[in-house]
């Protein structure tokens, strides 16, 4: 994916998020555009973060308390980084994430090759993680949650 389409698909989740007037925005609907891309390079960030570490038991077999604690301050962090203070919502929904993980699948296969000191190739973990599993425990942890 080119640089200039990874940009339109964050500025598409942003803007469908924003209910705002295109033609005329006001003051108000500008401030909200601007705070709700704000949180999206931070929660994709800890959303790669997380995804690793989902991986990893998987791949190895076994969890770690090191492990389990990254996870546990990812989750933290991303619904810190989600919550609307003053609207009391969230920025993204739970299916805006899960598009931001599919759009970053190949940088977290990437990391994880990285972080297994290349006893793993991007190919094999191809074959043992599937994308739609760490989906589905991605739904389990309740990101879109507000702190």
Do not use: C
């Amino acid at each position: 994916m080119s640089f200039t389409s990874k940009v339109k698909n964050k500025w598409e989740i942003i803007l469908s998020k924003a209910d705002i007037d295109l033609e005329n925005p006001s003051r108000e609907e500008i401030i909200d555009l601007i705070t709700a891309s704000l949180p999206y390079k931070e929660i994709e960030s800890q959303l790669t973060r997380l995804a690793v570490h989902l991986i990893k038991p998987i791949i190895y077999g076994k969890t770690t308390r090191s492990w389990q604690t990254t996870i546990k301050d990812a989750v933290l962090r991303i619904r810190r980084y989600n919550t609307r203070r003053k609207a009391k919502g969230v920025y993204f929904s739970l299916e805006d994430m899960q598009k931001m993980l599919f759009d970053e699948w190949s940088n977290i296969l990437t990391w994880t090759v990285k972080e297994s000191e290349k006893k793993w190739t991007i190919s094999k973990l191809k074959k043992e993680v599937h994308r739609n599993d760490i989906l589905e425990k991605i739904k389990t942890l309740k990101l879109d949650k507000r702190i």
